[in-house]
């Protein structure tokens, strides 16, 4: 019977303050007061942003769903399914193409024209 051996663990390289010292900060204890800051008021922004992108995908598409099921009239079922598939990509869209996903911390100093 062979024995089972458990797999090795990879071990991730130490640094070595000796050979490979650590870079001095660049920015002040103010500028260090102002990006934190920033991600605070950015972390409400993106949960507020979140929030109104859910409840209008919710409501939008209950309501709709209501009015193709349980809809008497059949010449609104049609623009009661296009209202609901425009108005999910319009909004799930809008939320995802701003930039600001890519910058959790917020605009950096160095980005010109924003």
Same mark, same amino acid.
């Given at each position: 019977? #062979?024995?089972?051996? %458990?797999?090795? !663990?990879?071990?991730? %390289?130490?640094? /070595?303050?000796?050979? &490979?010292?650590?870079? %001095?900060?660049?920015?002040?204890?103010?500028? &260090?007061? !102002?990006?934190?800051?920033?991600?605070?008021?950015? *972390?409400?922004?993106?949960?507020?942003?979140?929030?109104?992108?859910? =409840?209008?995908?919710? @409501?939008?598409?209950?309501?709709? #769903?209501?009015?193709?099921?349980?809809?008497?009239? &059949?010449?609104?079922?049609? %623009?009661?399914? =296009? !209202?609901? /598939?425009?108005?999910?990509? *319009?909004?799930?869209?809008?939320?995802?193409?701003?930039?600001?996903?890519?910058?959790?911390?917020?605009?950096?100093?160095? &980005?010109? @024209?924003?």
């Amino acid at each position: 019977m #062979s024995e089972i051996t %458990p797999p090795t !663990l990879k071990q991730e %390289p130490k640094q /070595s303050q000796a050979q &490979d010292p650590s870079v %001095p900060a660049t920015t002040t204890f103010q500028q &260090d007061l !102002l990006t934190a800051g920033q991600r605070h008021i950015n *972390l409400k922004w993106e949960t507020t942003q979140q929030t109104i992108a859910v =409840m209008i995908s919710a @409501g939008v598409t209950a309501t709709c #769903s209501w009015i193709i099921i349980m809809g008497e009239n &059949d010449s609104l079922r049609i %623009p009661a399914f =296009m !209202l609901v /598939s425009n108005a999910f990509f *319009l909004v799930i869209g809008t939320y995802f193409q701003r930039t600001n996903h890519t910058k959790i911390g917020g605009v950096a100093s160095g &980005d010109i @024209g924003r």
